[in-house]
T-cell receptor, first 114, second 113 residues
Framework: DSGVTQTPKHLITATGQRVTLRCSPR?????VYWYQQSLDQGLQFLIQYYNGEERAKGNILERFSAQQFPDLHSELNLSSLELGDSALYFC?????????????FGPGTRLTVT | DAKTTQPPSMDCAEGRAANLPCNHS???????VYWYRQIHSQGPQYIIH???NNETNEMASLIITEDRKSSTLILPHATLRDTAVYYC??????????????FGKGTHLIIQP
């Protein structure tokens, strides 16, 4: 158990819809990262927040957005969903701002878009 | 971050040492070598990292060559639960820029009973 929690575990929705994925980092960790893992693209970094502020962006689509709240939990919002957005979405946390590279991953949310 | 090359798959007998190689010939002086693994659709798990010296923790050992162009992750007594995809990642540990991990395709390690 990494100490990072993600909800829901599974999500099934239709194209065009909007969903919100939630992540709670390990106690004391200020950085939260979001990753997407699909069969064709592998594990890809989407976005990072540190103590409520966006710090780094990866391959995140404009239809996707995230935020980190004062209690440090984070939400990833996916809108205008397409079939290709079906994937595993992982959240990770770390204790350091720029990362010593030790990131602790949650169990993921499996999103299925039909 | 420097590019890494890993074999796509490897087998190892249960109880034996599993040695997973990684080439990172373009690594720069301040880039670290990290290893993660992912057990079937679970979240990736941090294993170990190092800069120049060999490192050991309760999970594994990391051997980095003197020229730092390659490294080997060693699982000393592999068990069936070590079957997973192992990722070698090279990255800076200084501030600024994108801080996400860049995962390649990794090595699928299969531990045989």
């Amino acid at each position: 158990d990494s100490g990072v929690t993600q909800t829901p575990k599974h999500l099934i929705t239709a194209t065009g819809q909007r969903v919100t994925l939630r992540c709670s980092p390990r106690s004391g960790d200020l950085s939260v990262y979001w990753y997407q893992q699909s069969l064709d693209q592998g594990l890809q970094f989407l976005i990072q927040y540190y103590n409520g502020e966006e710090r780094a962006k990866g391959n995140i689509l404009e239809r996707f957005s995230a935020q980190q709240f004062p209690d440090l939990h984070s939400e990833l919002n996916l809108s205008s969903l397409e079939l290709g957005d079906s994937a595993l979405y992982f959240c990770a946390s770390s204790a350091r701002l720029a990362g010593e590279g030790e990131q602790y991953f949650g169990p993921g949310t499996r999103l299925t878009v039909t | 971050d420097a590019k890494t090359t890993q074999p796509p798959s490897m087998d190892c007998a249960e109880g034996r040492a599993a040695n997973l190689p990684c080439n990172h010939s373009t690594i720069s002086g301040n880039e670290y070598v990290y290893w993660y693994r992912q057990i079937h659709s679970q979240g990736p798990q941090y294993i170990i990292h190092g800069l120049k010296n060999n490192e050991t923790n309760e999970m594994a050992s990391l051997i980095i060559t003197e020229d730092r162009k390659s490294s080997t992750l060693i699982l000393p007594h592999a068990t069936l639960r070590d079957t997973a995809v192992y990722y070698c990642i090279v990255r800076l540990n200084s501030g600024g820029g994108a801080d996400g991990l860049t995962f390649g395709k990794g090595t699928h390690l299969i531990i045989q009973p």
